[in-house]
DNA sequence: GTTGGCACTCGCACAAACAGAGTGCCAGTC
DNA sequence: GACTGGCACTCTGTTTGTGCGAGTGCCAAC
């Protein structure tokens, strides 16, 4: 492809993103050093329209990025944006003084929405990539137990039990017997051990003991239900004018954990993926773009987190933003 | 006052809210059987103008209710309506199958935010009401602790905490001492038990265990940092019109914990509050009314659960939905 | 106290006219 | 062959003007 006819893509995607408006060829060649006539531009543009990556709204207005348009921008133009001293300076400082994971997690959503000026997005460590700390059970009433879980990250999982009669004792015994087979373990190592364990049980915990483990492998396994927290919300207000197109569907989707996470996707860490308009799952997110990345330390990617806005976002900045916040949070919960 | 001209008050309550547009003194008699002429009711409109219940966005528009009007009505004239039989069972059968407390909450406030077609706001049990059942440590590395409070409610707290150096043993000693002197008391109590715990200690666990009882003291009386669950969001769409004045400064206010709590205030079990306009303490929220109510036991209240949205909504319906959610979610945990 | 009538006031919807921005195409130039 | 200036054309958003309708306030009559 042309080299010029790039540069005007370009050129169109970087106005069209901070003008928010069609964009002609007279005011383009004003604002970029194209070095040619509007006229050369228009056949440029023509040529672009021709192969999809822009189009009119209508006939005799300005042309804007497609969706195809906005990728090859993307794939092939977005030099990431380098960050502003203060962006670097807030990314560094914002975690200090953390409390705990909520903390940690709820001060990253507000940061990555504060620096992006979108809606952020941040899942909770998944278990599988995590090891188990402790299993803790606690007699709620007579008949009732609660099952807690600890992991590495500092995730806590909890599950109410339904048990005919106990006492302490047998907890205690009971409690023994889980630790030593899932402390230390990743989850799907646990798993393997907690469905042996359940064999090998004695008779005197058999009752409780099956309960007890089918409950827990159910949480050990449970990476469906991943929780997450979402951010800037109030950023939504920017996009007033396309309400219905962009933020009713945005609100939808950010109210179905299911739909974020499949919006989110997985992604290694350190690696930003850009979902643009109809390339991700769901058609009412047509005109929304879900930038992303996995953040974890240099073994293991924890989870993943990122931003949502429509599709004309800045994706240089929003895109250089998403992986240093993703690495600053992987780097200090590994260290942690 | 008049009781015709309460009666006059009451259909133009009614009416605007359900239409949403200046409502006229013809419509009005058409609609309401009054047994006057419009005429008579203009007369009456006047006067409830002087007094300050409605006003006029323009001349020669109809009249929509002041937040004095509003105020009127639902002190003296909201009889609550009843709630439809579907949405009866609904509430009678939306906890059936729940899991833990988490599970507990989210499905409470999807429920209240689907029946009354408004944004949803459910406060976490606090943990003053509550009793504690179990405090657990956890190792998470050589420096690092974790401490884990559970409560009767089913609320987990937690918090990491630097600690020089520790062993097993020591920990499984502490953890004794420290349930000792927490299970079965309530928030105020533990806290109180565990100062005097602090003067005797044994030697052995005084570096640690000051540091722990420290943390644990901000757990336990961390009642500011009341967590919540928010839901409904979708419904925000459907004030399109009021962008700026309402949907902004609420997405805002949904975002800061504080100012949610705030807004929710404080209401025992079983009393629906309503704040209209300008009554509540923002006044970026001037043009939206939240009406609220305690939940909990018979003896106690637990935490505080409604409904936030705009100044003209449905306040008899609105009302009759937070009562009765309120109240069944409270019988529920009650039991739990 | 209530009612019908009437003059008056606005806001809003609709249409027409207009200005501006942008395009596509073509003929001329380097 | 690629680029440019010019020109006719198209379309939208805005402005301006007009008429309609809803609603009010007031007054005289019942």
Same mark, same amino acid.
């Given at each position: 492809?042309?080299?010029?006819?790039?540069?005007?893509?370009?050129?169109?995607?970087?106005?069209?993103?901070?003008?928010?408006?069609?964009?002609?060829?007279?005011?383009?060649?004003?604002?970029?050093?194209?070095?040619?006539?509007?006229?050369?531009?228009?056949?440029?543009?023509?040529?672009?329209?021709? =192969?999809?990556?822009?189009?009119?709204?209508?006939?005799?207005?300005?042309?804007?990025?497609?969706?195809?348009?906005?990728?090859?921008?993307?794939? &092939?133009?977005?030099?990431?944006?380098?960050?502003?001293?203060?962006?670097? &300076?807030?990314?560094?400082?914002?975690?200090?003084?953390?409390?705990?994971?909520?903390?940690?997690?709820?001060?990253?959503?507000?940061?990555?929405?504060?620096?992006?000026?979108?809606?952020?997005?941040?899942?909770?460590?998944?278990?599988?990539?995590?090891?188990?700390?402790?299993?803790?059970?606690?007699?709620?009433?007579?008949?009732?137990?609660?099952?807690?879980?600890?992991?590495?990250?500092?995730?806590?999982?909890?599950?109410?039990? =339904?048990?005919?009669?106990?006492?302490?004792?047998?907890?205690?015994?009971?409690?023994?017997?889980?630790?030593?087979?899932?402390?230390?373990?990743?989850?799907?190592?646990?798993?393997?051990?907690?469905?042996?364990?359940?064999?090998?049980?004695?008779?005197?915990?058999?009752?409780?003991?099956?309960?007890?483990?089918?409950?827990?492998?159910?949480?050990?396994?449970? =990476?469906?239900?991943?929780?997450?927290?979402?951010?800037?919300?109030?950023?939504?207000?920017?996009?007033?004018?396309?309400?219905?197109?962009?933020?009713?569907?945005?609100?939808?989707?950010?109210?179905?954990?299911?739909?974020?996470?499949?919006?989110?996707?997985?992604?290694?860490?350190?690696?930003?993926?850009? &979902?643009?308009?109809? =390339?991700?799952?769901?058609?009412?997110?047509?005109?929304?773009?879900?930038?992303?990345?996995?953040?974890?330390?240099?073994?293991?990617?924890?989870?993943?987190?990122?931003?949502?806005?429509?599709?004309?976002?800045?994706?240089?900045?929003?895109?250089?933003?998403?992986?240093?916040?993703?690495?600053?949070?992987?780097?200090?919960?590994?260290?942690?």
């Amino acid at each position: 492809m042309d080299d010029r006819k790039l540069e005007v893509l370009r050129a169109i995607v970087t106005d069209f993103v901070s003008s928010q408006e069609p964009v002609g060829s007279r005011s383009l060649v004003e604002r970029h050093d194209l070095g040619v006539s509007p006229a050369t531009v228009r056949n440029d543009m023509a040529a672009l329209e021709e =192969e999809g990556y822009i189009t009119q709204p209508h006939t005799s207005a300005g042309r804007i990025p497609t969706d195809k348009g906005y990728r090859l921008f993307v794939d &092939r133009l977005g030099s990431l944006k380098p960050l502003s001293a203060a962006e670097q &300076r807030a990314i560094q400082t914002f975690l200090s003084g953390a409390l705990d994971l909520d903390d940690i997690l709820l001060r990253t959503v507000r940061l990555l929405a504060q620096v992006t000026q979108q809606v952020a997005i941040v899942e909770y460590p998944t278990l599988s990539h995590s090891v188990v700390r402790h299993v803790e059970i606690v007699s709620m009433s007579p008949s009732r137990l609660l099952l807690i879980l600890i992991t590495s990250t500092g995730r806590i999982e909890q599950r109410a039990l =339904e048990i005919p009669e106990h006492d302490e004792e047998t907890l205690a015994e009971l409690r023994a017997h889980l630790n030593a087979a899932t402390v230390g373990n990743t989850s799907p190592q646990a798993a393997v051990r907690l469905s042996k364990l359940s064999s090998t049980l004695p008779p005197s915990l058999q009752m409780i003991g099956q309960a007890a483990i089918a409950t827990l492998l159910e949480m050990v396994s449970s =990476e469906a239900s991943g929780r997450m927290v979402v951010g800037g919300m109030p950023n939504l207000t920017r996009y007033g004018s396309e309400f219905e197109t962009t933020v009713k569907p945005m609100l939808e989707a950010l109210e179905e954990q299911v739909v974020l996470l499949k919006l989110l996707g997985e992604a290694s860490a350190d690696q930003v993926t850009v &979902r643009i308009g109809q =390339e991700n799952p769901y058609k009412e997110l047509q005109s929304t773009s879900v930038v992303a990345s996995g953040y974890g330390s240099q073994v293991d990617t924890f989870a993943t987190l990122g931003v949502i806005g429509p599709t004309r976002m800045d994706y240089p900045s929003t895109m250089a933003s998403v992986r240093a916040v993703a690495r600053y949070v992987g780097r200090f919960l590994s260290e942690g």
